[in-house]
């Protein structure tokens, strides 16, 4: 009786509770959280690793990592402050790689006839306001900002321009009807399932959002990290692909997604 | 540092406007609280308690909501104003009413509990109608109420965040008050601008409350 119950009990120690070999916390750009949702999914069910997902602006990570908070992996939305967290010795140099390229999108959920229409008009004619993510803490809504200077469009967003705390935020302030339009993430978009009424920008219209990602050197855990990192190079290129990135080399085409 | 001074008028005159606002509104609902006998008492109590315990997100998302032309309220006051409330400074002012509520009527409700009934009993008997018994014995008696009470409010406006954060768009001149431009300069690693307001805000309001507590006191060994 005794050695069975044993065995029993070891048994279902096993089964029920399966023995996660690390978890790793993964700090990801907000734009990225809903694809590292798919991702975490995908990597948990082959690895038996657990990862845990932070997420908000990437100046606000950024922030965070240079102050020790305890992550593993930096999911930036940009290039910048990867590279700046290699330069101050935070962060594996050989592991930085670019895992998604993001897509802009302007997104007028009220506007009419949207596809025969330019921005510039689309705004004149919008009495509410029109939010892009703030520029110093979202590589987006940097990205918005000089797009928005470059095609001359700071005279007609005059009075009407608000900025979310990251590209997130400026999404919800659309979809909660507070604002009239705004530049999101294509990605997100997509996620949010909307599938009109919107703009995909043309890549070369502005300065491209080139998503970098990193391991940090605090991390106590380097081959479970380097297993996701190859995990998103390989089979996670398909996933990242279909939920409305391009990467490095892969043209992007909005066609392949719908 | 221009847009810091921006920020810096701006959280003043949301300050000042709704201290001043609470300090109209707020005596009645004291007074209610302080004297009435309804069995609904604790439950408007309750309610105006409410701010201090709820984390700020919560009034930040149902406002945003009541602000949102998609529902009922945002749409009322759409067709009456023209513009919506969101990402305005009004709708700040709204937020903050409610946000720095309990920290003005509290106050005052404590003064009114103490002040004795023989006193206004005596004005009753020399026949002082409601507005002169206000003026001459309610106010001056409970003076020290009033003036914590507008303190408490004015300094608690100045350091809102969570509303702000949630309804208010970072607009310069409009919404984006010193807690938010903090925030911001925190987050862009802006340490000297960052220094420059959290230790302006720690110092005045360190002021505001001592010269307050002060003066207090004084009136105590009178």
Known sequence: ?258 | MSSDLTALFLTLKLALLTTVVLLIIGPFIAWWLAKSQSKFRPFFEALVALPLVLPPTVLGFYLLLAFSPNYLPGQLWQSIAGSSLAFSFGGLLIGSIIYSLPFVVQPLQAGFVTLGNKELEAADTLGLNRWRKIIHIIVPMTKRSFMLAAVMGFAHTLGEFGVVLMIGGNIPGETQVLAISLFEHVEALEYQQAHNIAAGLLVSSLVMLFVIYSVLQKQDHR
């Open chain 1, 1 to 258: 009786m005794r050695p069975k119950l044993w065995g029993f009990i070891t048994f279902i120690c096993f089964v029920i509770n399966p023995v996660y070999a690390v978890e790793l916390r993964v700090a990801v750009a907000s734009n990225f959280k809903s694809t590292a949702k798919i991702i975490a999914a995908e990597f948990e069910k082959k690895s038996s690793h657990k990862i845990t997902l932070i997420s908000a602006s990437t100046g606000a990570l950024y922030s965070l990592i240079s102050h020790g908070a305890p992550y593993d992996i930096f999911l930036s939305a940009d290039q910048k402050r990867p590279t700046l967290l290699v330069k101050s010795g935070l962060a594996h140099p050989d592991s930085l790689f670019t895992y998604a390229i993001g897509q802009l999108a302007f997104w007028a959920p009220n506007a009419k006839n949207i596809e025969a229409n330019s921005i510039s008009n689309i705004i004149n004619l919008q009495t509410g306001k029109l939010v892009i993510a703030n520029p110093k803490l979202a590589p987006y809504g940097a990205s918005a900002w000089k797009y928005i200077k470059d095609s001359g469009l700071t005279t007609v967003i005059e009075g009407k321009l608000i900025k979310g705390n990251n590209i997130t935020q400026a999404l919800q302030f659309i979809a909660s009807g507070n604002a009239s339009s705004g530049f999101v993430s294509y990605s997100e978009l997509l996620h949010g399932g909307i599938r009109d009424n919107f703009i995909l920008l043309p890549p070369r219209s502005y300065q491209p959002i080139i998503q970098q990602g990193i391991i940090l050197r605090r991390t106590k855990h380097l081959e479970a990290a380097k297993d996701l990192f190859d995990f998103m190079k390989n089979e996670g290129k398909t996933l990242i692909l279909s939920a409305g990135y391009a990467l490095p080399k892969i043209a992007f085409s909005a066609a392949k997604v719908h």
